[in-house]
């Protein structure tokens, strides 16, 4: 019994959402979308269940792309990656699959699991390990409530098939980034095969649901020509309530972008129009701090998100230029993803940044 | 029927006849001898087979550890890696191993072989897939003649276990020293699963007697303060009729050293005593070039060994040091790594010098 069933309609709704909820990394969703649609043109609509619909030993296992998201729009997507990808998992696990999962429900890997499953004719849970996206791998809600990453499959678009069982999930992420990086950037992963028991246990809960609902709701605001927060706070009041803000309006006066080590590291530099303040937004991969004349005013693992003002459409930290006019949206972390566990893997410490995490509720 | 048995006492002739074999590379054999020397001691003798005692589908697997030759020092030997990575390939393969051989018969990482075979109670096949050691895990005789390295098990000392199926031999080599780098420039390698048929077709031949009667050539050298080459020479003429030459005597002056991208990359330069000529050698992990004067006198896949004048020790790319008093011996290729199939992968051009291959014994 689907929750609901992703048709062709859904689907810019759906990319929206994942877009904000990327927090400027998983990858722009542009060419991802264009091979969702068709995949569903194809094949037919996707179903998503709801996690109370997976049998205690059903097996779900969760996908993406695991590199930098400035290679993600350099190369093409590989249908045949992902279908590899997952008939190893199935070999080696010697159990068919049931359902398929974001492991983070944000940009471009976010519509991975509906091309996933699509391929596969599976359903997609109705749930993620991130609530968003982060850079490592191990920074899922599984990872952080004990579940192992391995065996992680990892396919390359150079006919590369590996099965990594790492000594820990920090391990499988060291290396999995190390066969990304030999890669171009960019590999497809299979890993955190979960039982339906250990996907309640552990997932964060109803995040398809609310990609959607935030798409939508942009897509009304965008039609409108009103302001999307009361209409994205709407979204998230009837879906968990996640306190959202806007933090910014201003234009990209600076942008520092290195791809080191299988990442985007970087810093945007923003200014409002008047009176004028300057706001920096740090990221790995993802928008970790936004500081407003050098006060934090969100960190990691609030999500913070640069919409183009006119468009409402998410800019990536791979896509985010001088002079774009944009609107910085900061969303709070739904409450798996800021315990003291999770802290100590996606809080502002964990990427380095002297700070404490606050999260923006708590925020006057 | 084993052709011979390596016992204790002949571990020392073996391990010197892997220094010199190793061409600079393959690793310091001090820490392995010792291992090898307690494991001979605590579970007995160690079967070395002819190519022809193997059943035509008997399973020969190929064993060393891939990484740059200074770790190899730094980093001590783990028995557990070695079992856990031998295990995974019988698992994969769904087969037992019936014997092990050295990807490379050079260095430390000829000593593997054996470590291997007393770990897991078989014998070593008097073979290798080099006749020396080279940097990459696809110069081997096995993947010029069309062999697949896939599956490769890597296992590293922080417990991992990868299984790497490759798009191509050079993709595995690739991912595989990816993987080397992630874990402190150093994990153990299952590879290129042969049948007793292909190792008849495509291994290099009675290698491991080879680097026992070199050893032992050096032994008596030693013992008798005399040259070393008329005793090299017999020992080799005795096995197959690979000339032997003296390139250089004198003491190191200078040595560059750089561990970059998983290899030790660098330059050694010598002078003679009187007359003083200057001898350049230039290295990646292996000694590939040996310029006398400026002039090429050896290259790959020709052997070039440099000897401590006094102990004739083979002193490797990662312990030459300034001031050391030496003596360059070159070997040549056995014909199956110098065909011109072969010059394609492991000739000089293959590393980047802009020289063509000649045999030592076409020099004059």
């Given at each position: 019994v689907p929750s609901w069933?992703?048709?062709?309609?859904?689907?810019?709704?759906?990319?929206?959402?994942?877009?904000?909820?990327?927090?400027?990394?998983?990858?722009?969703?542009?060419?991802?979308?264009?091979?969702?649609?068709?995949?569903?043109?194809?094949?037919?609509?996707?179903s998503v269940i709801d996690v109370g619909e997976l049998a205690p030993?059903a097996?779900a296992?969760?996908?993406?792309?695991?590199?930098?998201?400035?290679?993600?729009?350099?190369?093409?997507?590989?249908?045949?990656?992902?279908?590899?990808?997952?008939?190893?998992?199935?070999?080696?696990?010697?159990?068919?699959?049931d359902a398929?999962m974001?492991?983070?429900?944000?940009?471009?890997?976010?519509?991975?699991?509906?091309?996933?499953?699509?391929?596969?004719?599976i359903p997609v849970v109705d749930a993620?390990?991130?609530?968003?996206?982060?850079?490592?791998?191990?920074?899922?809600?599984?990872?952080?409530?004990?579940?192992?990453?391995?065996?992680?499959?990892?396919?390359?678009?150079?006919?590369?098939?590996?099965?990594?069982?790492?000594?820990?999930?920090?391990?499988?992420?060291?290396?999995?980034?190390?066969?990304?990086?030999?890669?171009?950037?960019?590999?497809?992963?299979?890993?955190?095969?979960?039982?339906g028991d250990?996907v309640r246990?552990?997932a964060?809960i109803g995040?398809v649901?609310?990609?959607?609902?935030?798409?939508?709701?942009?897509?009304?605001?965008?039609?409108?020509?009103?302001?999307?927060?009361?209409?994205?706070?709407?979204?998230?009041?009837?879906?968990?309530?996640?306190?959202?803000?806007?933090?910014?309006?201003?234009?990209?006066?600076?942008?520092?972008?290195?791809?080191?080590?299988?990442?985007?590291?970087?810093?945007?530099?923003?200014?409002?129009?008047?009176?004028?303040?300057?706001?920096?937004?740090?990221?790995?991969?993802?928008?970790?701090?936004?500081?407003?004349?050098?006060?934090?005013?969100?960190?990691?693992?609030?999500?913070?998100?640069?919409?183009?003002?006119?468009?409402?459409?998410?800019?990536?930290?791979?896509?985010?230029?001088?002079?774009?006019?944009?609107?910085?949206?900061?969303?709070?972390?739904?409450?798996?993803?800021?315990?003291?566990?999770?802290?100590?893997?996606?809080?502002?410490?964990?990427?380095?940044?002297?700070?404490?995490?606050?999260?923006?509720?708590?925020?006057?």
């Amino acid at each position: 019994v689907p929750s609901w069933i992703l048709d062709r309609d859904k689907i810019a709704d759906l990319t929206n959402g994942c877009g904000l909820l990327g927090s400027g990394g998983g990858g722009d969703t542009y060419g991802f979308r264009l091979v969702l649609e068709s995949l569903v043109a194809e094949r037919g609509p996707i179903s998503v269940i709801d996690v109370g619909e997976l049998a205690p030993d059903a097996l779900a296992v969760n996908v993406g792309f695991v590199g930098a998201p400035i290679a993600m729009i350099e190369k093409l997507f590989c249908e045949h990656q992902v279908v590899t990808a997952l008939k190893a998992m199935r070999r080696r696990l010697g159990q068919p699959i049931d359902a398929v999962m974001a492991a983070e429900l944000g940009g471009a890997n976010g519509l991975s699991a509906f091309i996933a499953a699509a391929l596969l004719g599976i359903p997609v849970v109705d749930a993620d390990g991130m609530g968003r996206a982060f850079p490592l791998s191990d920074q899922t809600s599984y990872s952080i409530y004990g579940r192992s990453a391995s065996p992680t499959i990892v396919t390359t678009e150079y006919g590369d098939i590996v099965c990594v069982d790492g000594g820990s999930n920090r391990r499988v992420e060291h290396l999995v980034r190390a066969l990304s990086v030999a890669s171009g950037h960019k590999c497809f992963t299979v890993d955190y095969a979960l039982s339906g028991d250990e996907v309640r246990a552990c997932a964060v809960i109803g995040t398809v649901s609310i990609a959607r609902r935030i798409g939508a709701a942009l897509r009304v605001a965008r039609a409108e020509h009103t302001d999307p927060l009361p209409l994205l706070a709407a979204a998230l009041t009837n879906t968990g309530g996640l306190a959202v803000r806007t933090l910014f309006n201003g234009k990209v006066v600076a942008c520092e972008h290195e791809t080191r080590a299988g990442f985007g590291f970087g810093r945007v530099t923003l200014e409002s129009i008047l009176p004028s303040v300057e706001m920096t937004i740090e990221f790995q991969n993802e928008f970790l701090t936004a500081r407003l004349g050098g006060v934090p005013v969100a960190t990691t693992p609030d999500i913070i998100s640069i919409l183009d003002s006119d468009t409402l459409r998410t800019i990536g930290s791979d896509t985010v230029r001088y002079g774009q006019r944009v609107k910085v949206i900061a969303i709070e972390a739904p409450p798996l993803m800021r315990s003291p566990e999770a802290l100590l893997i996606v809080g502002p410490r964990a990427f380095g940044f002297n700070l404490d995490y606050q999260p923006i509720s708590a925020r006057t």
